[in-house]
């Protein structure tokens, strides 16, 4: 790959995966309106506290989606704030690895996805494989899972 390619194929990673971070977020909103109308579409009955209960659970619901919402938009905005012109000779964030079959981009904790047909694993910088990678230049080595994998390029 020449540098113009790399830095196309890191655009088109991050873009792929600010496409991800956002439908996650538009699947949470469903939920979390889904909760909502749970939570007004309850009836008082003579069970008494089964009302009560039935709001309390669909309004916890809903506080935890509202905060698995406003993790992904730190996510984005963690993704967005990466600079995919910049070919790095270290790992760091914004860092694209190939290593075997694999490619590794850490900007965002979404694991591992098909884009391109090539197999990314999507790491947030604070995910402990990232972590250990931190640093790392082309041709050292580390373990991923039980395969010894040796870093083939670096961009």
């Known amino acids: 790959m020449n540098t113009a390619e790399k830095i196309a194929f890191k655009q088109a990673l991050q873009q792929a995966a600010a496409q991800l971070i956002e439908a996650r977020m538009a699947h949470i909103a469903s939920s979390m309106e889904a909760a909502q109308a749970a939570a007004n579409s309850e009836e008082k009955s003579s069970a008494g506290d089964k009302y009560e209960t039935s709001r ?44 075997g079959e694999f490619y590794f981009f850490i900007a965002a904790g979404l694991g591992k996805q098909l884009i391109d047909g090539k197999t990314v694993f999507f790491l947030s910088a604070h995910a402990p494989l990232a972590l250990s990678l931190l640093n ?3 041709g050292d080595c580390f373990l ?12």
């Open 56 to 99: 309390a659970m669909s309004h916890i619901e809903k506080d935890l989606q509202a905060g698995q919402l406003q993790s992904n938009k730190q996510e984005l905005a963690t993704l967005g704030s990466i600079d995919c012109s910049v070919l790095h000779t270290t790992v760091n964030a914004g860092a694209c690895i190939l290593a």
């Open 136 to 138: 790392k230049k082309k």
């Open 144 to 155: 991923f899972g039980v395969k010894n994998l040796r870093i083939e390029n670096l961009f």
